[in-house]
């Protein structure tokens, strides 16, 4: 009995988070081995369901067994160090409470895919089986290839035997018992390794490669091979040197014989190893820049900034565009390392990082870590190791950065608070960055500065009733001018037959002489692709999406038709599908269209176009970036992406092809982001010594909004915008939660949707419930939508009211009358 009581009392059990959305932790039972080096924050295997193997993370060790199933046993610990941190754990958890998910959506989102394991099945031929006349001749074949290789995924089979689904192929040969079905674990974090050859320590004695080079004469090739390692190398005057070694890249590259230098290895004269290396390349501390100079205006910014950290933990900095407000960030962020704690600072979009790196490179070298999803796996990890292991204090970094392992953050910037792109919305967690940057702020004591030439409504709004301290920068840095506007009434144009397609005779004439005068124009439409739909001229039909409710995209590279909802997409057709008609029109521009229709009028001009099709790797944006910056490109036409902070100083004219399509989009923040993005845009104009020119095309140019614009006059547009927003109860006067139920029966969604808006006005009343209504486009991927609209007032118990809604939302999910029906629940919804 004692025995028993004592095997009972050291057994260990681990609570985990596994990265699926399931609203539990679930219990397994620690093996032996790892009782005592099992820790809160590390990565396990473990086995979930019948065959899926995950990472989870541990968040509590106990000794308890589960009550209501007998807990699987951990099948492997993957770090003795916590790769998670106590903070990090308990940020996940306010995310999950927060915004309404499982803490599973979280650890699947924070976590970067290289630190999670794969789990791949394979097969492997079965050693006891000998029955080869059951199979047929194919199967021979292909059991003979599993043989050779060892193992084969499912992928691998599929490929050899010509076929696109190889599961009926495997279903047979286990049947037949010819191979095994195994799962086997692929940790997916590859280190970068580096092969390199040294001189064997032996022969770093004069003598002994004095004898070595006498021998060497024999073969000529074996002796260009050893001078030219002690070229780059010089082995007896620093033996310090030959131990670090040489990449063999290096030596190959010489041209010497690569069969000799296998000789020569083979003969233990020369010695290869591997290094692992850092993917991020090593900044020469020589070439690194000093900070320059504030201006007066910027440092009494910097300086009101500091005496306003003081009061507050948060600061809102309101800088114009060009105001100089990355210098300012810049003496912060050394401040705060010479504090000794770290920094993250945020960038809405990679768009903007890769211009702001390159400046942030040249200040602090390789203490700075970069960290977005367009780096790798492998690069996202060693940042990730990199902040626990005290190599990476600074860190820039998109939305996904807030969930970095930080444990002594000093300050957090949030450059361009107004982003759209801090809000991530599928999958969930639907959480805002700047929201969890600043709880991470008050969580770990650090201080937070939002940045913005046109900072959001909310925002600006807490630093007016003093929530925050608010600085402003209101002058362009040096003699830098704010640009001069002008709006073209494209209505009028159009009646005196002034227009060439959709650019105003006007427009274009800037554009031209801008071109002739060798300086850059910038020409912006928020519509991607070359047309948002073709229609036939004799029946007025429409290319649609066959799963959703909307226009096919008409992309003129690759010709086809595209859904930017769903990524359907077809050839575009000759004919007309519903007549046979051949008179097919594109209708609207998208940037393509105005960069073939720019090319025509300009031929002579380089024009280069920024959208999310011409930046999908890696270092496009770089490679545009560095054509733009180089002159090499006269015209650059462009969506939203434009609008991210960038800094070209030889642009001095910016051209919005079509303003009013954002002015009137039905959203109650239609003006404050036409007001953003419009300026953004414009503020790209003109930021060296010339004053820049900007031109709106607009179908009526006495729109307030528009004259706001001009003026630059964003505490109108927030005056205006405050007291519509108190007058209709929007943010920031309430909280808003949308609920989007969908399902592939329209009216199963309805239904559905018209029960949970009665269970959730029967205790939150008609007045806090708006809906259900269909959205703008009412069918995506075939799933027919619904939405519902919460108002909670801040008076009211969010927690409880926030509870109150997850709980009907579940009451409905598990209802059998709607089995299929899917609900989004999207908190403080942008």
């Known amino acids: 009995m004692q025995d028993s009581a004592y095997q009972e009392e050291i057994t260990v059990f681990v609570d985990v988070i596994v990265p699926v959305s399931v609203p539990n932790l679930f219990t397994y039972r620690v093996p032996r081995e790892y009782a005592h080096s099992i820790r809160v924050g590390a990565r396990i295997i473990v086995q979930f369901g019948k065959s899926k193997v995950v990472t989870a993370v541990v968040a509590r060790v106990h000794n308890n067994p589960p009550l209501k199933y007998q807990a699987k046993y951990v099948l492997d610990l993957l770090d003795e160090v916590p790769l998670v941190t106590a903070s990090q754990l308990e940020l996940f958890n306010w995310i999950s409470e927060y915004y309404l998910c499982n803490v599973g959506d979280v650890l699947n989102v924070a976590l970067p895919s290289g630190l999670k394991i794969s789990s791949l099945s394979k097969v492997q031929y079965n050693p006891d089986f000998d029955y080869f006349d059951l199979l047929t001749d194919r199967e021979k074949e292909l059991v003979e290839e599993i043989k050779k290789q060892q193992s084969l995924t499912y992928d691998e089979l599929a490929r050899i035997a010509d ?298 709004y807490n630093a007016v009733t003093e929530r925050y301290r608010l600085v402003k920068l209101t002058q362009r840095f040096g003699n830098s001018q704010l640009p001069d506007f002008e709006l073209i009434d494209i209505k009028t144009a159009r009646k005196n037959k002034l227009m060439k397609g959709d650019f105003s005779g006007t427009m274009l004439d800037y554009i031209r002489a801008n071109f002739e005068k060798k300086e850059q124009t910038i020409v912006f439409q928020n519509r991607r692709g070359y047309s948002p739909y073709i229609q036939c001229e004799d029946c007025d039909t429409i290319a649609s999406c066959s799963n959703c409710d909307v226009s096919l995209t008409y992309h003129y590279n690759g010709q086809e038709l595209r859904c930017h909802y769903c990524g359907y997409h077809e050839p575009m057709p000759r004919t007309c599908t519903a007549c046979g008609s051949a008179k097919l029109r594109t209708r609207g521009y998208g940037t393509e269209k105005i960069e073939e229709e720019l090319q025509g009028i300009i031929p002579e001009a380089k024009i280069a176009r920024m959208d999310l099709d011409t930046t999908r790797t890696k270092t496009a944006f770089q490679t545009l970036i560095n054509e733009v910056e180089s002159g090499s490109v006269d015209i650059l036409v462009g969506t939203q992406m434009l609008s991210k902070g960038l800094d070209f100083e030889k642009v001095s004219l910016v051209c919005i092809f079509d303003s009013d ?159 299929g029906i899917y609900i989004v629940i999207d908190v403080d919804c942008g």
């Open 661 to 819: 399509r954002m002015i009137h989009f039905p959203d109650f923040r239609a003006s404050e982001r036409a007001f953003q993005m419009l300026s953004q845009v414009a503020g790209r104009a003109g930021r060296r010594e010339t004053q820049g020119k900007v031109l709106i095309q607009t179908n009526n140019p006495s729109q307030n909004i528009l004259h706001q614009i001009v003026q630059n006059d964003y505490d109108g547009l927030y005056q205006h915008e405050i007291k519509e927003r108190e007058g209709y109860h929007y943010p920031p006067f309430v909280r808003l939660v949308k609920l989007t139920l969908k399902h592939s029966d329209q009216n199963i969604a309805q239904k559905a949707a018209e029960d949970l808006a009665k269970k959730l006005n029967e205790k939150l009343s008609v007045q806090r419930v708006l809906g259900p209504e269909t959205p703008l486009v009412e069918r995506v991927r075939n799933q027919f939508l619904f939405e519902i609209m919460v108002k909670l007032e801040k008076a009211l118990n969010l927690k409880v009211a926030k509870s109150f809604i997850k709980e009907q939302v579940e009451i409905v999910s598990l209802a059998k009358e709607f089995k």
């Open 163 to 460: 076929v696109k689904n190889a599961y009926h192929i495997i279903k047979s040969l286990v049947g037949k018992r010819a191979i095994i079905v195994f799962e086997e674990v692929k940790d997916k974090y590859i280190p970068k390794i580096v092969r390199k050859i040294r001189l064997n320590s032996f022969y770093e004695e004069p003598e002994h490669l004095r004898i070595l080079v006498k021998e060497l004469e024999k073969t000529p090739k074996q002796l260009d091979v050893l001078l030219n390692y002690l070229r780059f190398v010089p082995a007896l005057r620093s033996p310090e040197l030959n131990h670090k070694g040489l990449e063999k890249s290096t030596l190959v590259k010489a041209e010497i014989s690569e069969s000799s230098l296998s000789t020569l290895l083979k003969n233990n004269v020369l010695e290869q190893f591997d290094v692992i290396i850092s993917r991020f390349e090593d900044i020469d501390e020589s070439t690194l820049q000093a900070q320059p100079e504030l201006s007066e205006i910027q440092q009494k910014a910097f300086e009101e900034i500091m005496t306003g950290f003081q009061e507050k933990d948060t600061i809102l900095l309101h800088g114009i565009t060009g105001s100089g407000k990355t210098e300012v960030y810049i003496r912060l962020i050394e401040q705060a390392l010479e504090s000794g704690t770290q920094v993250l600072y945020l960038l809405p979009e990679i768009a903007l990082t890769t211009q702001i790196v390159v400046r942030l490179r040249k200040v602090f070298g390789d203490k700075m870590g970069i960290y977005h999803s367009k780096f790798s796996d492998n690069e996202r990890v060693e940042v990730w190791k990199g902040i626990i292991e005290g190599k990476f204090q600074f860190v820039v970094g998109v939305r996904s950065a807030v969930f970095l392992p930080f444990d002594n953050l000093g300050l957090i910037i949030v450059d361009e608070e107004h982003e759209t792109s801090y809000k991530q919305y599928d999958p969930a967690p639907r959480y805002h960055a700047r929201d969890v940057a600043l709880v991470i702020g008050q969580k770990q004591g650090a201080k937070v500065l939002l940045g913005s030439a046109t900072p959001s409504i909310e925002s600006y």
